[in-house]
């Protein structure tokens, strides 16, 4: 038996990322000793739950920040089924513009038909860019519409929104990577939407709304702590990166202080062999301070950071006013008498269809002022489950081990009363409306929405948040996000190879690639991995290739060979 001391890690952060990381490394109590380090007072990060009034809004709670995801997340979904949560599906419905701008995947507008012939050019378009993906990886998308000569309007009312939506990319839409907005439509690991060449969107693809995230984090929180290997010291912030180059008590010394409400210490050190950064680059950055190599420096400082703010509120006629909440047929598409019976009858199935089930989860409207610059909405009612009487913990239940779910043994007690069906019955009373398949919901007055107004820096004077009544509002956070600029895609994925497990550190986080909550958990997994730790989900293909994709192009390394298969593996 090995008489090796176990590997001390320091894990910043206890997001997504930071959790994945620590996650992977508990499975290895005798060689990991693990300490994971937030100012926070809870784990989650950006994946948050706040209470909301159960008698008024017909729920208790919102997941804000994070509301779901597509249903190729194959490691976040397995993760959460372990733990015993489970996604809900919901058919993703949009509504975009407003007026004569307004267009849907739920039925064919006028809009659409103006754009029939760009939209067919459009999958051409997304060829190419698959095809030579690693030159339209510098190309922005307001460049790519002009190389393939798409309309100027079919650009800001059509794909910048749909850029948007995919990113939340704080108005920077017109300089997103051409080849991301591919991979949406074209990766298996990626994909949230299906090209269709009529209408754009195929359809109403179904997502998933996630369950209650408080409960999940706190969940994982658990049984990572379970194997004893792991220590979380929550509200302790990490102030700088003393060294990274000790000779003494451990390679890597840290410096941070307690801060708990009114309580807070004077700084103290603690010293550790490896480092794991789970934050977002600027921190890092900002942590490593004179420690950070000029490579290091040029890397994350490369990152780009916008600041947005998210109201959540229940202001239906401001939804009203910059949106369209319902289902009008003065927009349906023309039916001219050259279309064929089939097209038809398809078509005036759509509109059938949406005059009785028109439902949008988001919105964009934009600007008039700049029509290249949006705003955001969703309809919290409609996207989260809870809303209609699903528990915290989502359709599972505590007998059902099919594919991975409640795997964690022994049940944690947080999932146990996450599952109690007695948890989903809270608001009932104000369960007065129904929705589309006649089950109770609230009301649309008393619909809970979030509004999110992009890039404070470059935008604020566009905003509409001021229209929204004091009254109504519920909650209001400032937030930053990264950009999806083409300059992300020439300064920072290439060169995380170089800064990745170089001065016993390895970055972590969904910013090192692209903002999703998958990439985030796959990037903790890739950090625990290059210090030798398994991958926890290994040989379970739908969530290997993302795994491996990420490993080769943030941390420019293969599988161990023990773990792959076939040479190109």
Known sequence: MSSAKPVRVCIVGAGASGMSAAYALSQHPEKFQVTVFDKAPETGGMATSIDIDADKFGAAYINDGVQGCSPVFANTLRMFRMLGFEATEVGMQISFGKGDDFWTNVYPTSLVTQFKGDIAKFGRALSVIKTFEPVFALVPVHAMLKLFRFSDDFGEKMVYPLVALFFGTGNQTPYVSCAILERVFKDPSMRLFEYDQKSLLASIPTMLAFPKLHDVYQGWQSEIASRGNVTFKLNHEVLRVVSRSSKKQGTVQIEYKISDGEIET?????????????????SALKLLGKEASWMEKKVLGSVKYLHDVTITHYDLEYMQKFYETYYNPSHNAPLPNSISTKERQDTERAF??????????YYTMQYRQDKSKIEMSFDLTHYQPQFRGEKPAGPIEITDTSKHRNECRPVL??????QDASKGQAGESAHTGKDAQGRPEPPLDKHVFQTIFLDRDGSQHLWTWKDIKPEKKIYEKWWK????????????????????????????????????????????????YRLGADYPFH??????????????????????????????A
């Open 266 to 282: 004077h700084p103290q050190s603690a010293d550790f062999d490896e480092l794991i950064l789970a934050v977002d680059a600027d």
């Open 352 to 361: 059938e269809f949406a005059s009785k089930n028109f439902r949008p989860l």
């Open 413 to 418: 007690d947080i999932t146990r009363e996450a």
């Open 481 to 528: 996000q990264q950009s999806h600029r083409w300059q992300h895609y020439a300064k920072v994925v290439p060169w995380m190879m170089w800064i990745n497990g170089k001065n016993h550190t390895h970055y972590a986080g969904a910013w090192s690639l692209l903002n999703m909550h998958e990439l985030a958990v796959t990037s903790g997994f890739a950090a625990a």
């Open 539 to 568: 040989g379970d293909e739908e969530c290997e290739r993302l795994f491996r994709l990420y490993l080769a192009a943030s941390h420019g390394v293969r599988m161990r060979k023990r773990d792959r298969k076939g040479v190109l």
